[in-house]
């Protein structure tokens, strides 16, 4: 068997969750063979020095242990990526060095450009039909914002916001109950923040908006069960504006967990940071005047898969 051949799982070292997404990959398709999750919060791990707590360091090497060894039973390629949770922490470098000598896996500490484009190399794999388009494709993340603008694969613009919804969630909501003061004042201080990286997409242009990560599918769901409507998939699924203020408006009047657990159509995983997320996405679609977002349930993950993929490819010949 050539190395072009072989499986490849890619590995995303996340600031809500690490992932694994062990699949064959051709020219066209991507057939997943099996995902993995842990639901780790690295950005709620953070301590008052900005060293990531020994726990969670030693949480994820015996995660990314259990995923090489997953790797190794199906002889495959492993690329692995950290992005901002790993990027803040003053200890990030101690944490690399651990995986690569305790779990065996190399990981690769990305820019925010660097996953920003891998991003929209996922979100074009799963909408090849918009390859033709201006895009703007937008994933929150826990800990970090990405934005890349593109047209005919090729990105014109990556840009990466150091916040996300366990950002949003932890330092500017803060614990519950969250008041709709706190709400308000979240708001203005993401417009603030956010309003450079607007100004810089509304240079560049774009025709269609597209929501992806794990946030933009769960506020996706929630728009739909809020409208009495349950699907399992939501990919090119159209959250409107409207239906993004429905869901905020209901998130507001949720003020506990308990509350937010109540809502139907709500992730236990996602509880605790997604009213943070959701603001995110309201403060974009508000300042760059979007009617609506196309979800794509692919990004990082597949960008990864369709990047290894061509770099073995490459390699092969």
Known sequence: MNRAARPIAAIDIGSNSVHLTLAR????????????????QLAGQLERDGRLSDRAVDRVVATLRDFAQVAKAHDAVVRATATAAVRAARNGQTFLDRAEREAGVDVELISGAQEARLTYQGVMHGLPELRDSAVLAVDIGGGSTELVCGRDGRAALTASVATGSLVVSRTLLGPDPISRHRIDRARRRLEATLSHRMRDVERVGFEIAVATGGTAQRLARLAQA????????VHRAFLSRLALDTVVKRLARAPTRAERLAIRGMDPERVDT?????????????????????????????????DTHRREADRAD
């Open 226 to 233: 809020l409208d009495g409507e349950v699907r399992a998939d």
């Open 274 to 306: 997604v009213l943070g997320g959701a603001l995110v996405f309201q403060v974009l679609t508000r300042g760059l005047g979007i009617e609506g977002w196309t979800v794509s349930m692919d990004a990082l993950r597949t960008g990864l898969l369709v």
């Open 25 to 40: 990959v051709s020219d066209g398709d991507i057939e997943v063979i099996e995902r993995r999750k842990d639901p780790a």
